[in-house]
Structure formats: C-alpha cells, structure tokens
C-alpha cells in the first residue's frame, strides 16, 4: 500500500525529484557498473593467491569459536560445493571477523605463511579500495562529510535502485511541491547526512558500510507525514490480485512504512536493511519542515480540489474518462456510466474513448446510458478504419442487446445507410433501411435512400434483398 498523490499545488513540477533520480541513475549505471569489471579482477587474484589456503580456515574456526551455527552451515555448504567467490563474500560481509582479521589478531606471525599472507592480503585490499563504491559509500569506521553526502546517490544493486526511485516518485513531488525545488534538494541532501549519523549512532561506530537513497527518501517521507497531516489524498493498495484505490490521510503513510520496517527486522530478519539509517532520516526530515509547514499548507489546494485544478489541463473527455474509472474502482457502477455517457458526448469521434465508454454501457443494455453511448459511436464520421470497425460492431451488437428497443435516429440512420452502400454490409444496409422506415415513415427523402439501398443491394449482387427491400411502400 502507497501513497497516490495527485496534484496538490497550481503549477508544480517535480524538478527537484527528476533531478535526484537521474543523479542516481548515473551514478549506478555508469560510475558503480565499472566496479563489476574490478570485482572480477580481484576474485581471480584472490583466486591466484595464498589467501584461500590461510583465511577461510581460519574464517570457519573463528565461527566455530563464536558459536555462529548458522553462518557456519551457510559456510560449510559454500566450502563444500567449492563455491569460492560466494564464500569469499560471506567472509567479507562479516565486518567483525574482518576487522579482526586486518588489525592482526587473527592471522598472526606465527603463522607459517604470514608474510607471503600479509603482502596479498595489502594487495587485495588496495584493489578494494579502487573501487568506486569503497571510495564513496559511508564508512562507520571513518566517516567524512563527503561520504554522509555521497552515499545517498549509491546503490547496491538493480532491485535497490529500482525500489527506492519508485517510492521517491510517488511521495516526492508532493513534498516538493509544498516547499519548492531547492528546500526538497536540500531536505534530501540533509535527511541523508542524517540517515549516515542514524547508521553511525545504531551501528556504535562498529566495521561496516552504507549505500543507498532510502535514507534520505526516509527524510522525504517524514516531511510528507509532517506537511499533509490528516490531509486525505488516494493511496493505492493490492492484496494478491485484487487491487484499488481509496483515499485516506495522509498520515497513514507512517505506520505503513514503519510496519514494513518493522516487519523485515523482526520478522525477515534482514541485516542487509540499514534501519538506523531509515528512522535518522525519518526524524530529520520531520524536523526539517516543520518551520516551513505553515507556508506549505498556504500553497494547498483546498481538499477535493485536485481534479479542479487538473481540469484546465486534461481535455475535457478524458477528464470525464479518468472520472468513470475512478467511479468503476469504488464500484460506484450507475455514476460510472453517467460519467462514460459524458466522456462519449465530449468524444468529439475518438474512437479509443468511444470504445471503452461502450464496453462499460453494454453490461447495462437497457440503461439510458448505453443507448445515449451507442447513438455517440454510430454518428461516427470517420472513414478510417478503427471507425469502421467500431461502428459495424456496435450497429449489430446493439439491434440484438438494446432494450426494449433500438433507438436510433432518423439522421443517424441516413448515416448509417450511406456508410454500409459504401463499405458493402448488405445485411447491416439492409436492416437500417428497415428500421429507419419503420420508425421514420414521414421522413422527407425517405423513397431516395430506400431507393439508394435497393441500389446499392442489386450492384453488389443481393437482388433477393434489393426485391424485398423495393416492396416497401412510402
């Protein structure tokens, strides 16, 4: 369940936002995607060395000692499927071990190989170093400004990118447009130096690392929570399959992201998530903002407003259109059609509109609604051939569906007989020539179009229906 925030200001646009995800997009696509080529250099001359031979026993002794049962299965299978740069990672992922392990108090001189150990563990580690993500993500052990700031545009992985700019994008633009462009850069800028101090303080300054947005987006949902309040605003939600939108304040936001953080740390147990990092951003960008709440809710719009001011932007049938929808989520199904039936009537011989407003009506075949829809899709002018098409369908699927009875126009039938003489559907030219006479018998000119229809029948080689047709009297 997410926020779904539409517009909630007069003229906003979401610089501020666009600027931000394609900083990290860079970033991760282009200065990080590098160190793959690196990472690979490093495991073959890990590979090449003596340091398999002398760290990862002593690495699977330590875990004996520290009675780490589960790391030392997950260690164990890796060894025995000869796993080797999985393992190396395990390994290094144990920020403990390896700090222990470069200070010296794991693999001493005492050891045969401790030289040879020594020379290839320095080596290692300086290609480590070369990296583009160890040079710039957050380091508890020796954080600096630069990387409080840096580590925000940093990712760790495709999935990490991808689910931080969704959640930026959906909750962004609204702060920002409270605010303005350059206070959103400086709350995210800001919330992530916060996120880095959050880590710092949960972590007690222990061995480890910090990439990621997710902590400055946390300032950004902070700031949401603080400025809209018991603001309702939609949110979307799913529960397997099922899906919809309700609206709700905004405030409810919090718990959410606060329940799935707290859901992953006790539940999931996810010791890749840097929850210290989340709740420093989270107060920082509350705290932020609140100097700056009362200018923001002055820009506000008034509440159900938004459609209003989206009104002189959107044509007026696809705002009606965007309105039926709506109505169908909530299953609001009679305001839906009323809605549909002035998206058809504003159409202006959109055939993609007229389409969806009749797929909509047809399930009420003896609703105002879907007769008034039906009439809009058959006076229908265009001769291309998504016109055609819908019209065809529509005259045939309405004469056996509509109740009690079609409904059609005289002048929508003239129409109708001249467009089916030209493209040939003599069962369809037919038919319409019958209706309109039953239903028009006074009609002026009505002997030339029957007498246009018995033509068109006779030329296109169906003299049985031109006859019977022609018995008509006028």
């Known amino acids: 369940m997410m926020p779904y925030v539409t517009r909630l200001t007069r003229g906003s646009f979401p610089l501020g936002v666009i600027l931000v995800v394609l900083t990290c997009a860079i970033v991760f696509f282009g200065f990080q995607s590098g160190d793959e080529k690196r990472y690979a250099l490093m495991g073959d001359y890990y590979a090449s060395s003596v340091l398999p031979a002398v760290e990862l026993p002593a690495y699977e ?19 025995q499927s000869r796993a080797l740069f999985p393992t190396l990672r395990l390994m290094q992922a144990d920020e403990v071990f390896m700090g222990r392990l470069r200070a010296g108090s794991i693999i001493t001189d005492a050891h045969p190989q401790f030289d040879d150990w020594q020379r290839a563990r320095r080596q290692f580690d300086a290609m480590e170093k070369r990296l ?13 400004w630069l990387t409080a700031i840096s580590h925000q545009f940093m990712h760790g992985g495709t999935g990490h990118i991808v689910g931080n700019m969704i959640v930026l994008i959906l909750v962004g633009p609204a702060v920002e447009a409270l605010i303005g462009t350059l206070p959103f850069l400086l709350l995210f800028v800001l919330g992530g130096i916060g996120a880095a101090a959050g880590h710092w303080l949960a972590t007690q300054g222990a061995p480890g690392g910090l990439v990621g947005a997710s902590g400055a987006i946390a300032a950004v949902m902070g700031a949401f929570a603080v400025l809209l309040g018991r603001r309702r605003i939609p949110f979307f939600y799913f529960v397997f399959v099922f899906f919809d939108v309700i609206r709700a304040p905004a405030l409810l936001a919090l718990p959410i992201w606060l329940i799935n953080e707290a859901l992953q740390f006790f539940w999931l147990g996810n010791a890749q998530v840097a929850y210290g990092a989340h709740f420093g951003g989270l107060l920082v960008g509350a705290l932020l903002v609140l100097p700056l709440r009362r200018r923001a809710l002055e820009r506000l719009l008034p509440e159900g407003a938004e459609d209003t001011a989206e009104a002189a932007a959107k044509p007026t049938a696809e705002l009606a259109i965007h309105e039926a929808r709506r109505l169908m989520s909530s299953q609001r199904f009679d305001e839906a059609r009323r809605a549909y039936a002035r998206a058809a009537s504003q159409a202006r011989g959109n055939a993609g509109v007229l389409r969806e407003c009749l797929n909509v009506a047809r399930l009420a075949p003896a609703s105002a609604e879907y007769h008034a829809i039906v009439a809009c899709v058959l006076a229908l002018r265009g001769q291309d051939a998504a016109s055609q098409a819908l019209v065809l369908e529509s005259f045939r699927d309405y004469l056996q569906k509509a109740r009690p009875l079609p409904q059609i126009a005289p002048e929508t039938a003239v129409a109708l007989i001249e467009r089916f003489s030209q493209t040939r559907c003599l069962p369809e030219l037919d038919r319409c020539a019958r209706l309109l006479h039953a239903s028009a018998p006074a009609h002026p000119g009505l002997d030339q179009i029957l007498a246009l229809a018995v033509h068109a029948l006779r030329t296109a080689g169906d003299p049985l229906r031109a006859t019977e047709l022609s018995k008509l009297k006028v």
């Open 61 to 79: 002794a330590y875990l004996r000692k520290q009675g780490e049962a589960r790391q030392l299965k997950q260690f164990e299978a890796l060894k």
């Open 132 to 144: 583009f993500t160890e040079r710039f993500h957050f380091d508890t052990e020796h954080p600096t």
